[in-house]
């Protein structure tokens, strides 16, 4: 028979009779609570995940009717098999995206107006992925494969671009992430300029007086109105990749995202333009509700965080806003000193 025997605490030498007393040992009470805690945490995480999927499936359910509700609109129509292997069976660093699209979308295309590109403009503005002289450069491209086979790889198209807090270079990252994705051979992007409180995106690609974009997503200006594709230039840059400025500030940037009116835009905009990457550069995460409002319209994040600025507290409190139903798809590390090609991490 195993005898009982009771635990008598000793008591320190420091230790005065007015100190409480010391239990290593977590309380029953206190650990059912933390267990009834923890599942209900569980199960608000899974109705999230539920929540998000269920807006996904929405979103390309509008956008199916949208492309069938289009004048002459013409229907994708599968590769053989034997040409094509199921998914499943091919890598996914193998994987491509696929690019079907149709005429119309190719004739909506070819009718956005164009800017012109001042290549000294864009070296001021550290646009390296322009004239490719900064080694850096190639960070960019690695970025922009990554994300387009992680894309592909889920059925995805839309990114948001945020950082949390201000100076971390988001616009810079949205700006040569998009010439990057436009010397992809046959791949179509769209970067368009959502920090409605301090739009920065046409400053920085030289273009001026490029219109409003709260006009835009009120629906009160058509895509092709709005929209631009860059010119003949020296960069080598494709003109398959357009973008969304916007010079006019907007008090109430929350609720414009937030507006039913704005999720029918963008849905529209990628029905007819069908782009395989819409790049959506936000304004900060901590700052205001913005990119809460705007979260269910996209599929993942890319998080900007700048070396020496952004803490390791503020990454942790950008993701515990996302959610687990936002990804977040990679961080891209800015403004490291002394790190080359390392100062632009994925």
Request: aromatic share 4%; hydrophobic share 40%.
């Amino acid at each position: 028979m195993v005898e009982r025997r009771k635990f008598h605490r000793r008591k320190r030498a420091d230790e005065t009779p007015e100190d409480p007393p010391i239990y290593p040992l977590e309380r029953r009470e206190d650990r059912l609570a933390r267990r009834e805690a923890d599942r209900e945490a569980q199960e608000a995480r899974v109705a999230e995940q539920l929540r998000a999927g269920q807006q996904r499936a929405e979103r390309q359910a509008t956008r199916q009717q949208v492309v069938a509700d289009m004048p002459c609109a013409v229907a994708p129509q599968p590769a053989p098999e034997q040409v094509i292997p199921p998914a499943e069976s091919v890598p996914a660093f193998r994987r491509p995206i696929t690019h079907r699209t149709a005429p119309q979308a190719e004739a909506l295309w070819d009718r956005l107006p164009v800017f012109p590109i001042d290549t000294g403009h864009l070296e001021r503005n550290r646009i390296i992925t322009a004239s490719r002289d900064d080694p850096a450069h190639a960070a960019f491209d690695v970025l922009r494969t990554r994300l387009t086979q992680a894309l592909a790889e889920n059925g995805w198209s839309r990114v948001g671009i945020t950082s949390p807090s201000k100076g971390c270079g988001k616009t810079f990252t949205a700006a040569n992430l998009a010439i990057s994705l436009s010397r992809q051979e046959g791949l179509r992007a769209l970067l368009m300029d959502l920090d409605l409180r301090n739009p920065s995106l046409h400053k920085v690609l030289g273009v001026q007086r490029p219109g409003a974009m709260g006009a835009l997503l009120r629906g009160a200006v058509a895509p092709e109105g709005h929209l631009l594709r860059m010119g003949e230039n020296r960069i080598h840059a494709g003109h398959k990749v357009a973008f969304g400025f916007n010079e006019v500030v907007e008090p109430y940037a929350a609720e414009l995202l937030n507006a039913p009116a704005t999720a029918e835009v963008i849905t529209s905009i990628e029905a007819r333009l069908q782009p395989d990457v819409m790049l959506f550069d936000l304004p900060p995460a901590l700052y205001y509700d913005d990119v809460l409002a705007f979260r269910p319209q996209i599929d993942g994040v890319l998080l900007v965080v700048g070396g020496g600025i952004t803490t390791e507290r503020e990454i942790r409190e950008v993701q515990r806003r996302l959610g687990t139903s936002t990804p977040l798809l990679g961080m891209v590390l800015n403004k490291a000193e002394g790190t080359d090609l390392k100062k632009y991490q994925y």
